[in-house]
């Protein structure tokens, strides 16, 4: 028999379950989403790029909204696995130019770029799935091997580590001290820019809002209507 304690108390229970399914309900609409390009430049995208370019871009949202919560390492190689994959090409052939830094949207559009290009991705899309920026540092070198300049993209896991080095030439993730090859001359995040170059002893650093390139890239990024998660 039901006493007047055991109907509140089936009540409260009730009301308890209907308020946790309404939390729920508006919880995970916002976790389906995550990141994600607006629907009208995807649009855009698939009018000027065809539909290749939008399913590139799909999978990249894919990739950085169900692998946030993995380790730093293993994002390491899930984003180099996904961008390693696309063709190197210089700026020259592919934008008539002897030096052009594409936006991530701009090489998953093409599904093709240049070094820098496969290192600004890489950096955008670590950063957007939580990797720290003072662990990050894209890296402008001398490549003794190709002989030219080179950029690759370097993960500390602490500031004094020796950097795990990710290089859209090569699938391996190497340790910096492994790559004798690269000579670098400059390295630099979204804050700062170090230079190899010392002044008085002490290396020089100085803000990327100094770096035309840098500025000029994040520009783009904004008029991609890529989301500002990505871009701050």
Same mark, same amino acid.
Not at 14 to 27: C, G, K, Q
Not at 133 to 158: C, F, G, N, W
């Given at each position: 028999?039901?006493?007047?304690?055991?109907?509140?108390?089936?009540?409260?229970?009730?009301?308890?379950?209907?308020?946790?399914?309404?939390?729920?309900?508006?919880?995970?609409?916002?976790?389906?989403?995550?990141?994600?390009?607006?629907?009208?430049?995807?649009?855009?995208?698939?009018?000027?790029?065809?539909?290749?370019?939008?399913?590139?871009?799909?999978?990249?949202?894919?990739?950085?909204?169900?692998?946030?919560?993995?380790?730093?390492?293993?994002?390491?190689?899930?984003?180099?696995?996904f961008?390693?994959?696309?063709?190197?090409?210089?700026?020259?052939?592919?934008?008539?130019?002897?030096?052009?830094?594409?936006?991530?949207?701009?090489?998953?559009?093409?599904?093709?770029?240049?070094?820098?290009?496969? $290192?600004i @991705?890489? !950096?955008? *899309?670590?950063?957007?799935?939580?990797?720290?920026? =003072?662990? #990050?540092?894209?890296?402008?070198?001398?490549?003794?091997?190709?002989?030219?300049?080179?950029? $690759?993209? @370097?993960? !500390?896991? *602490?500031?004094?580590?020796?950097?795990?080095?990710? =290089?859209? #030439?090569?699938?391996?993730?190497?340790?910096?001290?492994?790559?004798?090859?690269?000579?670098?001359?400059?390295?630099?995040?979204g804050?700062?820019?170090?230079?190899?170059?010392?002044?008085?002893?002490?290396?020089?650093?100085?803000?990327?809002?100094?770096?035309?390139?840098?500025?000029?890239?994040?520009?783009?990024?904004r008029?991609?209507?890529?989301?500002?998660?990505?871009?701050?």
């Amino acid at each position: 028999m039901l006493t007047q304690q055991n109907l509140q108390i089936h009540a409260d229970l009730n009301a308890f379950a209907y308020v946790l399914m309404l939390f729920i309900s508006l919880l995970i609409p916002n976790l389906s989403y995550g990141f994600a390009m607006p629907e009208a430049a995807l649009i855009k995208i698939k009018q000027q790029h065809g539909i290749q370019a939008v399913s590139n871009i799909k999978a990249w949202e894919t990739l950085i909204n169900k692998h946030r919560h993995e380790s730093d390492l293993k994002k390491l190689r899930l984003v180099t696995d996904f961008f390693n994959k696309y063709k190197p090409i210089s700026d020259q052939k592919l934008w008539n130019k002897t030096n052009y830094w594409a936006t991530p949207v701009e090489l998953l559009e093409r599904g093709a770029g240049d070094c820098e290009d496969y $290192v600004i @991705a890489k !950096y955008f *899309t670590l950063k957007t799935m939580g990797v720290s920026i =003072d662990k #990050l540092r894209l890296v402008y070198a001398t490549s003794h091997k190709l002989k030219q300049p080179h950029m $690759v993209l @370097a993960y !500390y896991e *602490t500031p004094g580590s020796d950097p795990f080095i990710l =290089d859209n #030439l090569t699938n391996w993730i190497s340790y910096g001290s492994e790559r004798p090859d690269l000579i670098p001359i400059y390295t630099f995040n979204g804050e700062n820019v170090w230079f190899s170059l010392k002044k008085k002893g002490k290396k020089v650093v100085s803000s990327t809002k100094s770096v035309y390139l840098w500025q000029d890239l994040l520009n783009k990024m904004r008029k991609e209507q890529i989301p500002e998660e990505m871009i701050q």
